[in-house]
């Protein structure tokens, strides 16, 4: 390597992480209103302190499944959305944020399905809204397991139709003349069933609590309208609320940054600290790591896979860089939400796919240090692409951030147990990766070549040893808090099985090979069958829904469970094929 | 002869081949388990699968069950033999310390699972608020209460299992003239109120006249509950006092008069008294602000132990059990509206093995990669030189 392509190489790593730091800025104003600093206002939501872009882009995810959309031209985002939805209705009914694909549900709702018309509007949605209610509380008491495609559509369709809703009629009733009006009309006829209305629908509670209450005592509008219809004053919050709403609705963005400020005020005499770590989680979110961890690991992958057939010199040690960079990314997701959150890494199904991946990448780069022959950066990079790819795809149901259920509530056993397994689920899905590619890899190079075998198996032996040494540490942990907390070290729960298997798999493998019975073609095969067994206990009990520990069912994930146990029984069969098919091929005809 | 006999079970019980067919059956086990837990539910599972030598299956062309699979029970005995029989194989120096100690963890572990499975029990606990408790009662075992309720400050309990009631015949109540003679017992059973043309239920005393009796099958199921039902007749003093349908399904106890001593008689399940008391005086069910989404659950409980002379309030809450006199009990659920806690029990004299074991497989890794690393630092050395 020269010194030009040194250079070169770690120019590609800087310059993905350039990238990754231009998300994290601020976004400009939007028509002159700072729809920014609106999202950094904190809110009391799902038993924890947000800022209201979280609860914006995780409304959005769940009724759009993106963060944004393109409407009449231009992106609309998260927080431009909510403020739409919350201010001027009018407008946001009529943005086709509704994904629907189920044919019977679009049926219902009486638009035909055509290729570009999965996308609807509150609007188009609101003369069915009856039909939909109807039909979502014939299928809500059949458990969700049992359900039709059809109910588990309509379902999910009525809880996406009601959040709109919710959020609608959460600072100011949809409909009505507004916050400022609400607060001059305070005692008028029909005030106190508005006020009702308000405080059964709203989606947040946006009023700090007052000096000398509980601390946790946020309040919602409806709650604070209330409180001062019964002579307790108007909270501080209210009035710049009603001239954010106002302005907003008024199109003056003036008023509007005007009223913010003084929003802001409030809140940082009534909650000082609150708008510091709300802002904090905004940066997080707007810098959305993971996205960009996987966009560079994307990168990476490709740019090894050209090394192997153009300038491998140059190529192979930017893939690394670029790798590198996107561990950087990846690790600083993961510690902010360590820090947002005051808790270990791994606290739900999201954070364990998140953790897996970057564990996974870690133990590549280390392999890489150690071989240089690209195996490491490839595997690692697609090990950390893929458990990246599953994890956005987990986050789609809400804040990824909720809070820990009172069985799980202990840091102590989560940094240890949780830990512990996810790095053991880490170490055999990456030697199961480096098994795929040297499957793959004796398929389609054409010379022999005994040593970088060798060397892959050498990989994939060390990590399963160390894949083994986590994985029984940490089921052996798991026990001793099953008995710290249940008074008995082992159950066979699901969960407990699952992390069993993966234990008894990587045992199985080991001694088979000091054993003798297999070598290096038959290590790799059940190398490959770790992913499976791994998947199994990672996803696979959560969908029985029996056992202490299932926290979470999803019906979806099924399917793609059973793809990827088929992709891997086929990978078996691939490595598993006699010599004839992969070695010695006449050159040329390959 | 003999002695080449005996080497052969030696070389078979050491042999790698075991090792990896038996954890091979072990990994299948705990598939077919976690499986089985769908529609047995967790404790049916398990000892169909876990707690037992065979896997036993009913073929509907044969009267008796026949075994089908090795159960965990002979898995994890053979597999104990085969690492006892490798850990003595395991060379006797200083370079195998580490195994050593790791396959010697793994059979403490093994034995921690056999006495768990052997001797663990378990129960659980129901208090409500302000209410004295002095026994654990099962999940799923029944008995067959008769209580003299003469004396107003004091109960008389004599019961009888499920299991004795299931042999049926005559069964003599200790310290009571009484004796029972049990005329059929239901493990399952579901009761209705006698319509016409309905099965009676046999009973010719008490509330069993006017219910119809249905036989049911047993479920195992977690969420589910058998109804025992048992029809009984007291005789004492040579005068049958009527046959009386006792059920799980029915509410109240159903009292006879023999001699001025009032009995009364229940289905339950199975009951056992500890020599201890306690007395709920707090319930907490905590929640995330705005949320009903738990925090916490605690239950502030007072234990109350003559014979120790002990009376101390203890909280039992989330991952903080109480252990005391071998059982150790834990907040496991509540309910008619945050005023019952539901403690669970569980009593298993082996509870420290998992314990030892850890230590010594943590032990055991560590020497053992201490030693490899040492081997293979020193090989770099000599390569270096070499």
Redesign the interface.
């Known amino acids: 390597m020269t010194f030009v392509q040194k250079y070169l190489a770690w120019g590609a790593g800087v310059l993905a992480l350039l990238i990754a730091l231009i998300f994290a800025l601020p976004g400009g104003k939007v028509r002159g209103f700072d729809a920014a600093g609106f999202g950094n206002i904190p809110i009391?939501?799902?038993?924890?302190v947000k800022p209201l872009d979280s609860l914006a882009r995780n409304s959005l995810l769940v009724i759009h499944s993106r963060q944004g959309f393109r409407y009449e031209g231009r992106t609309i985002g998260p927080d431009e959305w909510l403020l739409d939805v919350m201010f001027r209705p009018q407008v946001a009914d009529q943005q086709p944020i509704f994904v629907i694909d189920d044919p019977d549900v679009i049926g219902l709702i009486g638009a035909k399905q055509t290729k570009n018309r999965n996308y609807f509007s509150f609007a188009d949605l609101s003369s069915h809204l009856e039909e939909i209610q109807k039909q979502a509380q014939n299928a809500q008491p059949i458990a969700p397991q049992k359900r039709t495609r059809f109910q588990s559509a309509i379902v999910n369709l009525f809880d996406r139709a009601y959040l709109y809703y919710k959020l609608r009629n959460t600072l100011q009733l949809a409909g009505s003349p507004g916050l400022g009006w609400e607060l001059q009309s305070i005692s008028d006829a029909e005030a106190s069933a508005r006020h009702q209305e308000l405080m059964q629908f709203a989606a947040f509670?946006i009023l700090p609590p007052l000096p000398g209450g509980n601390p946790?005592?946020?309040k919602n509008v409806g709650e604070g309208l209330r409180a001062m219809a019964s002579g307790q004053g108007v909270h501080p919050a209210l009035v710049p609320l009603a001239r954010l709403n106002a302005a907003y609705a008024a199109n003056d963005p003036a008023s509007f940054n005007q009223a913010l400020a003084d929003m802001n005020g409030v809140v940082s005499t009534l909650k000082p600290g609150a708008l510091s770590h709300a802002n904090n989680e905004v940066v997080f979110n707007r810098a959305q790591p993971f996205f960009v961890g996987l966009s560079i690991y994307f990168v990476a992958f490709m740019v090894l896979c050209i090394s192997w057939i153009y300038k491998p010199d140059l190529l192979r040690p930017t893939a690394y860089s670029l790798l590198f960079a996107g561990a950087i990314v990846h690790t600083l997701g993961l510690a902010a939400r360590i820090i947002l959150q005051g808790r270990p890494p791994v606290t739900n199904l999201y954070s364990s796919a998140v953790f897996v991946g970057w564990g996974a990448v870690i133990l590549g780069l280390i392999v890489e240090r150690m071989y240089r022959k690209g195996f490491g950066t490839a595997v690692a990079a697609a090990a950390g692409f893929a458990s990246l790819i599953v994890a956005q795809n987990l986050g789609t149901e809400g804040d990824t951030m909720?809070?820990m259920?009172?069985?799980l509530?202990?840091n102590f056993?989560l940094a240890t147990h949780v830990v512990t397994i996810t790095i053991g689920y880490s170490g055999t899905f990456l030697a199961g990766a480096i098994a795929i590619g040297y499957a793959i890899r004796k398929h389609i190079v054409t010379k022999v070549d005994p040593e970088t075998d060798k060397a892959l198996v050498d990989m994939a032996y060390g990590i399963i040893c160390f894949a083994l040494?986590f994985s029984?540490?940490g089921t052996?942990l798991g026990?001793?808090?099953a008995?710290?907390?249940?008074?008995?070290?082992?159950?066979?729960?699901?969960k407990e099985?699952?992390a069993?298997?993966i234990v008894?798999?990587n045992?199985?493998i080991l001694?088979?090979r000091?054993?003798g019975?297999v070598r290096e073609r038959g290590t790799m095969v059940m190398a490959i069958f770790g992913n499976v067994i791994t998947a199994c206990s990672w996803f696979g009990?959560n969908m029985?829904?029996?056992?202490l520990h299932s926290y979470g069912f999803m019906d979806q994930a099924f399917y793609a469970l059973t793809g990827f146990i088929i992709s891997q029984l086929v990978f078996m069969a691939i490595c598993y094929a006699p010599a004839r098919f992969w070695v010695e091929k006449p050159h040329g005809k390959a | 002869m003999i002695k080449t006999l005996a080497s052969r079970i030696w070389a078979f019980f050491k042999s790698f081949q075991l090792t990896i067919v038996l954890l091979a059956l072990l990994m299948l086990l705990v598939v077919f388990c976690t499986l089985a837990q769908v529609e047995l539910g967790t404790a049916g599972a398990v000892n169909a699968y876990m707690r037992s030598f065979f896997v036993w299956h009913q073929f509907s062309f044969l009267s008796f069950p026949v075994p089908t699979f090795p159960g965990g029970g002979l898995v994890g005995l053979m597999l104990t033999l085969n690492l006892i029989a490798k850990t003595l194989d395991i060379q006797r120096s200083w370079a195998k310390a580490g195994m050593w100690l790791v396959h010697a963890g793994l059979v403490i572990l093994f034995a921690g699972e056999f006495v768990a499975g052997l001797m663990q029990v378990d129960t659980n606990m129901s208090i409500e608020v302000g209410q004295t408790v002095n026994y654990v009662q099962s999940y799923k075992n029944m008995e067959l209460a008769v209580i003299d309720t003469t004396d107003p400050t004091w109960d008389e309990v004599y019961s009888v299992p499920d299991t004795l009631l299931s042999k049926g015949g005559t069964i003599a109540i200790p310290g009571t003239p009484i004796t029972l003679n049990v005329k059929r017992y239901f493990p399952n059973a579901e009761l209705s109120n006698l319509g016409a043309g309905g099965q009676p239920s046999g009973a010719t005393a008490g509330i069993g006249p006017n219910v119809a009796i249905v036989e049911r099958p047993t479920v195992t199921n977690d969420n589910e509950m058998n109804m025992g039902s048992v029809l009984v007749e007291p005789i004492a003093g040579g005068h049958s006092y009527g046959i009386w349908l006792a059920s799980m399904a029915l509410g109240a106890p159903q009292s006879f008069t023999h001699e001025g001593h009032t009995y009364s008689l229940s289905m339950r399940l199975r009951r056992q008294y500890l020599p201890y008391s306690f007395t709920l005086k707090q319930f907490r069910h905590d929640v995330y602000p705005g949320t009903d989404i738990p925090k916490n659950f605690s239950s502030l409980v007072q234990v109350v132990n003559p014979s120790q002379k002990e009376s101390r309030e203890v909280l039992i809450y989330m991952n903080q059990p109480l252990r005391y006199e071998g059982k150790t009990f834990y907040q496991a659920s509540f309910g008619k509206n945050d005023t019952l806690s539901v403690l669970s029990v569980v009593e298993n004299p082996g509870w420290l093995l998992p314990y030892v074991s850890c230590v010594l497989v943590s032990l055991g890794l560590l020497v053992h990669f201490a030693i490899v690393l040492r081997r293979s630092l020193k090989r770099r050395q000599d390569k270096k030189e070499g």
């Open positions: 009391l939501d799902g038993g924890r509670r946790d005592a946020w909720e809070m259920r009172a069985v509530d202990s056993w040494f029984f540490v052996v026990g001793i808090w008995d710290q907390s249940w008074g008995r070290f082992w159950g066979w729960d699901p099985n699952g069993l298997m008894l798999w045992a199985i001694h088979a000091w054993a019975y009990v029985l829904g029996v056992g």
